[in-house]
């Protein structure tokens, strides 16, 4: 029995073609940590898409709406707005990406002027973040620490706030480990009140997440070009093309997390992510393969079940 099958047993774990990945998930364990690299985007991805009572979590974005009610007023309702005139852009498949593209950096861009203009410190936001139901999934920190202990990059793409998506981290694991850079839109803050004055340039917005966004002058640069075997993790569509720009690139296992609307999105997801996990809100698969790369008996389920 191959651990492919083993996987499998899990009843939300799907496999569109076991034998296909099962081929490519033997070519990263013969190739080892030295040559691996991990993409992911954070929100529902590495974060949990419900709490355990079945609650919808936030996303870093989804902060700024709920958790200023209170606070900042405008601010919610401002954003609630662009949420509701932009967000049927999204998934919308009737429009071109190049439409669709053009409407998403409209509201990315519209979004982050009105968090902007509403003046927040970095304390509000360290306090957004305290109270918010926004949380790692389970494994989580142990998959962080395996990839820091076997020092395999770990490229975090988001389209959401880069200065929550660290909070969150720092929250969980005490610092952020060396090996994982977030590629996301960070908050500029004012050194004199701390008042959040810009954000970073460029944007980056659901339909541009991928490593053409990395420029040469970040320092991991040519210690990812070195590294062929890449294991993708996204909860989007669009998550699948994170690899694009990836010049080396050799074997890419993509794993896709199935959140919500299972049945009208399950063959598109199939088609899309080797690996389907379907209303899951654990990294306990994840985890398992990259711990494979440790073990040379690829067969042995013992390999897989005793990690």
Same mark, same amino acid.
């Given at each position: 029995m191959s651990i492919i099958n083993d996987i499998l047993n899990h009843s939300f774990v799907k496999i569109?073609?076991?034998? #296909?990945?099962? $081929?490519?998930?033997?070519?990263?364990?013969?190739?080892g940590y030295e040559n691996l690299m991990i993409l992911a985007d954070f929100d529902y991805t590495l974060s949990k898409f419900k709490d355990k009572n079945g609650d919808e979590c936030l996303i870093t974005?989804?902060?700024?709406?709920?958790? $200023?009610?209170?606070?900042?007023?405008?601010? /919610?309702?401002?954003?609630?707005?662009?949420?509701?005139?932009?967000?049927?852009?999204?998934?919308?498949?009737?429009? /071109?990406r190049d439409e669709k593209i053009s409407q998403m950096e409209d509201w990315w861009n519209f979004s982050h002027e009105c968090i902007v203009d509403s003046k927040l410190s970095?304390?509000? #936001?360290?306090?957004?973040?305290?109270?918010?139901?926004?949380?790692?999934?389970?494994?989580?920190?142990?998959?962080?620490?395996?990839?820091?202990?076997?020092?395999?990059?770990?490229?975090?793409? /988001?389209?959401?706030?880069?200065?929550?998506?660290?909070? #969150?981290?720092?929250?969980?694991?005490?610092?952020?480990?060396?090996?994982?850079? #977030?590629?996301?839109?960070?908050?500029?803050?004012?050194?004199?009140?701390?008042?959040?004055? /810009?954000?970073?340039?460029? $944007?980056?917005?659901s339909c541009c997440k991928n490593s053409t966004v990395i420029t040469g002058e970040q320092t991991y640069t040519k210690d990812i070009k070195s590294r062929p075997n890449i294991i993708l993790l996204g909860d989007g569509i669009e998550d699948v093309h994170m690899d694009i720009g990836m010049v080396n690139e050799s074997t890419a296992i993509k794993i896709g997390f199935l959140n919500h609307s299972i049945d009208s999105r399950f063959d598109e997801y199939s088609d899309a992510f080797d690996i389907l996990l379907i209303d899951c809100q654990s990294m306990e698969i994840p985890l398992q393969l990259l711990k494979l790369c440790q073990n040379t008996d690829f067969n042995n389920l013992d390999a897989i079940n005793n990690l």
């Amino acid at each position: 029995m191959s651990i492919i099958n083993d996987i499998l047993n899990h009843s939300f774990v799907k496999i569109k073609n076991p034998k #296909i990945v099962e $081929t490519k998930l033997q070519k990263i364990v013969k190739d080892g940590y030295e040559n691996l690299m991990i993409l992911a985007d954070f929100d529902y991805t590495l974060s949990k898409f419900k709490d355990k009572n079945g609650d919808e979590c936030l996303i870093t974005h989804s902060i700024f709406v709920k958790c $200023t009610k209170e606070v900042k007023p405008d601010l /919610s309702q401002k954003l609630e707005v662009l949420c509701k005139k932009y967000g049927p852009f999204e998934h919308n498949k009737e429009i /071109s990406r190049d439409e669709k593209i053009s409407q998403m950096e409209d509201w990315w861009n519209f979004s982050h002027e009105c968090i902007v203009d509403s003046k927040l410190s970095h304390d509000d #936001i360290e306090k957004f973040v305290q109270d918010a139901p926004l949380y790692l999934r389970d494994f989580a920190v142990e998959f962080i620490q395996l990839i820091e202990d076997k020092n395999v990059p770990l490229i975090v793409f /988001s389209a959401g706030i880069g200065n929550v998506i660290e909070m #969150i981290l720092q929250r969980n694991l005490g610092k952020i480990p060396s090996q994982l850079h #977030i590629i996301s839109n960070f908050m500029n803050f004012n050194k004199k009140n701390n008042i959040c004055e /810009s954000f970073t340039e460029p $944007t980056i917005h659901s339909c541009c997440k991928n490593s053409t966004v990395i420029t040469g002058e970040q320092t991991y640069t040519k210690d990812i070009k070195s590294r062929p075997n890449i294991i993708l993790l996204g909860d989007g569509i669009e998550d699948v093309h994170m690899d694009i720009g990836m010049v080396n690139e050799s074997t890419a296992i993509k794993i896709g997390f199935l959140n919500h609307s299972i049945d009208s999105r399950f063959d598109e997801y199939s088609d899309a992510f080797d690996i389907l996990l379907i209303d899951c809100q654990s990294m306990e698969i994840p985890l398992q393969l990259l711990k494979l790369c440790q073990n040379t008996d690829f067969n042995n389920l013992d390999a897989i079940n005793n990690l």
